[in-house]
């Protein structure tokens, strides 16, 4: 919105904000393309050093808007509202620029002051004041001062993601100082934690039969408080969105996030092409891939709770004429959220399907009996024949394995051992997505086809770990 919307609009500016937009309208203006290389140097740095003022500018005006009830007289709930509905603010930005600006006005003095004097972005301020608000509430103000002196310096060096881990590494040093009254310097104990009796003379448990009861006083006092449970941090946040995906937002303690990463760890390692072509995909889709690897093989493993007496499972409802391919009406999950054509094609290669009648209303009227497409026995037999993954190059055992149609059932694929194959979930899309196809050899072993782009005279391709060697075989 400019200057002129803004006085059809509202108030009109003051004359200093008139004055900034002069400035401001002067550098769109300009031709960039004369400037120098030590003007456009000097331009760059110093626009961004102001963004970080005018965070401070705006933080102030934000802090008196709150302080007189000024969101209240405007008929807003609070001042983020306010901020929202004037500016169409995501709520999240809104109580952000609240937060920031309560912090550096009450809280961090000194970032607020490095804030309005262009030494720090609005990003680091962030960082700090928010490493300040979770230090200990038995840090003193001295340490919360240092602390916060020796963040500001970190931050001319380092950027926000590797500050966070510093003010972390801080945060857990204050911690670990004993600030109970009395409390001398922990290690110079023999036990972290127990301090002499100042008005005893004694240490430990001596004495702690008197009768005059000291003991028992002095072992009250000296009795560890209850201490914050780190995992109450943990919360896991998922939103849906209109394309149909889902976000996920959320925070873990130390413990919790190092376990996660290692149970990921190695499921997000790249696989290279059997050609050695390099793992395409980014480190944030390797780990998105593990995530969902974790979580299959604990489906699959029926290692979760009951949920309403049923063991937790994928439920997809797909219109018949959809499971036919024959109609526009997308299948949905049992959150609500449409279900893509190709991923449907491949779940429903190994599902368990329930037939539920509907009256018009989309109410049900009768419920038929499940039907698996591929039987245990089935299963077995391919595990046993299979041995794992057929993809070429592949190593993942059977259990990690998706059984795969090569005529999709819906077409007319029959469910039977020579239309079946063993694939891990990542090479099961990469056959439905990237045009590989598959054929049955004399052997009744199954073989797949590279599309044309990876071998034009598209020649038949095994896995050698899923099957053994011919010499091996024929040894009885």
Same mark, same amino acid.
């Given at each position: 919105?400019?200057?002129?919307?803004?006085?059809?609009?509202?108030?009109?500016?003051?004359?200093?904000?008139?004055?900034?937009?002069?400035?401001?309208?002067?550098?769109?203006?300009?031709?960039?393309?004369?400037?120098?290389?030590?003007?456009?140097?000097?331009?760059?740095?110093?626009?961004?050093?102001?963004?970080?003022?005018?965070?401070?500018?705006?933080?102030?005006?934000?802090?008196?808007?709150?302080?007189?009830?000024? *969101? +209240?007289?405007?008929? %807003?709930?609070?001042?983020?509202?306010?901020?929202?509905?004037? $500016? =169409?603010?995501?709520? &999240? #930005? !809104?109580?952000?620029?609240?937060?920031?600006?309560?912090?550096?006005?009450?809280?961090?003095?000194?970032?607020?002051?490095?804030?309005?004097?262009?030494?720090?972005?609005?990003?680091?301020?962030?960082?700090?004041?928010?490493?300040?608000?979770?230090?200990?509430?038995?840090?003193?103000?001295?340490?919360?001062?240092?602390?916060?002196? *020796? +963040?500001?310096?970190? %931050?001319?060096?380092?950027?926000?993601?590797?500050?966070?881990? $510093? =003010?972390?590494?801080? &945060? #857990? !040093?204050?911690?670990?100082?004993?600030?109970?009254?009395?409390?001398?310097?922990?290690?110079?104990?023999?036990?972290?934690?127990?301090?002499?009796?100042?008005?005893?003379?004694?240490?430990?448990?001596?004495?702690?039969?008197?009768?005059?009861?000291?003991?028992?006083?002095?072992?009250?006092?000296?009795?560890?408080?209850?201490?914050?449970?780190?995992?109450?941090?943990?919360?896991?946040?998922?939103?849906?969105?209109?394309?149909?995906?889902?976000?996920?937002?959320? #925070?873990?303690?130390?413990?919790?996030?190092?376990?996660?990463?290692?149970?990921?760890?190695?499921?997000?390692?790249?696989?290279?092409?059997?050609?050695?072509?390099?793992?395409?995909?980014?480190?944030?889709?390797?780990?998105?891939?593990?995530?969902?690897?974790?979580?299959?093989?604990?489906?699959?493993?029926?290692?979760?709770?009951?949920?309403?007496?049923?063991?937790?499972?994928?439920?997809?409802?797909?219109?018949?004429?959809?499971?036919?391919?024959?109609?526009?009406?997308?299948?949905?999950?049992?959150?609500?959220?449409?279900?893509?054509?190709?991923?449907?094609?491949?779940?429903?290669?190994?599902?368990?399907?329930?037939?539920?009648?509907?009256?018009?209303?989309?109410?049900?009227?009768?419920?038929?009996?499940?039907?698996?497409?591929?039987?245990?026995?089935?299963?077995?037999?391919?595990?046993?024949?299979?041995?794992?993954?057929?993809?070429?190059?592949?190593?993942?055992?059977?259990?990690?394995?998706?059984?795969?149609?090569?005529?999709?059932?819906?077409?007319?694929?029959?469910?039977?051992?020579?239309?079946?194959?063993?694939?891990?979930?990542?090479?099961?899309?990469?056959?439905?997505?990237?045009?590989?196809?598959?054929?049955?050899?004399?052997?009744?072993?199954?073989?797949?086809?590279?599309?044309?782009?990876?071998?034009?005279?598209?020649?038949?391709?095994?896995?050698?770990?899923?099957?053994?060697?011919?010499?091996?075989?024929?040894?009885?």
């Amino acid at each position: 919105m400019s200057f002129e919307d803004g006085a059809r609009d509202g108030p009109v500016p003051p004359a200093r904000l008139a004055v900034i937009a002069g400035q401001v309208e002067g550098l769109l203006s300009d031709e960039t393309w004369r400037l120098s290389d030590g003007e456009l140097e000097a331009l760059i740095e110093g626009v961004c050093r102001l963004v970080g003022r005018v965070a401070a500018a705006r933080g102030r005006l934000l802090v008196e808007a709150q302080d007189r009830g000024f *969101a +209240l007289r405007q008929g %807003a709930v609070d001042t983020a509202a306010w901020l929202r509905d004037r $500016l =169409a603010l995501a709520s &999240r #930005e !809104a109580r952000r620029q609240i937060t920031l600006a309560r912090d550096v006005h009450e809280v961090c003095r000194a970032t607020g002051a490095a804030l309005a004097a262009g030494e720090l972005t609005v990003e680091h301020a962030v960082v700090i004041c928010e490493a300040m608000r979770s230090l200990p509430a038995g840090v003193t103000p001295e340490q919360r001062g240092e602390a916060e002196l *020796a +963040l500001l310096a970190f %931050a001319h060096t380092f950027d926000p993601y590797q500050l966070v881990k $510093l =003010a972390a590494r801080q &945060r #857990e !040093a204050l911690t670990m100082v004993d600030t109970s009254p009395g409390g001398d310097d922990p290690h110079a104990d023999s036990q972290t934690g127990e301090h002499n009796n100042p008005g005893s003379g004694r240490t430990g448990n001596a004495g702690a039969g008197n009768a005059g009861g000291d003991g028992d006083s002095a072992d009250t006092n000296n009795r560890e408080r209850p201490s914050p449970d780190p995992a109450d941090i943990r919360r896991l946040t998922l939103t849906d969105t209109p394309a149909g995906t889902t976000l996920l937002s959320g #925070e873990l303690d130390a413990e919790g996030a190092a376990m996660l990463r290692t149970a990921l760890d190695s499921l997000a390692a790249p696989h290279p092409a059997v050609d050695g072509t390099s793992d395409s995909r980014s480190p944030a889709r390797r780990r998105a891939d593990a995530l969902i690897d974790l979580i299959s093989r604990a489906l699959g493993a029926a290692a979760l709770p009951e949920s309403g007496g049923v063991r937790p499972h994928l439920t997809v409802t797909i219109p018949w004429k959809t499971l036919l391919a024959a109609d526009t009406i997308p299948a949905t999950t049992s959150w609500g959220l449409p279900l893509p054509r190709a991923a449907l094609a491949r779940l429903s290669c190994d599902a368990e399907i329930s037939r539920i009648l509907l009256d018009p209303a989309g109410v049900p009227l009768d419920v038929g009996r499940s039907t698996r497409t591929v039987p245990a026995h089935l299963r077995r037999a391919l595990a046993i024949r299979d041995q794992g993954c057929v993809f070429p190059g592949c190593d993942r055992p059977p259990s990690w394995c998706e059984a795969h149609h090569a005529i999709h059932w819906r077409d007319g694929g029959p469910t039977a051992l020579h239309n079946l194959l063993l694939l891990c979930a990542t090479h099961h899309r990469r056959v439905h997505h990237d045009g590989w196809d598959i054929i049955f050899t004399d052997d009744h072993r199954p073989a797949l086809i590279p599309p044309h782009r990876i071998d034009p005279l598209r020649r038949p391709r095994r896995n050698p770990y899923s099957q053994p060697p011919p010499h091996l075989r024929n040894t009885a």
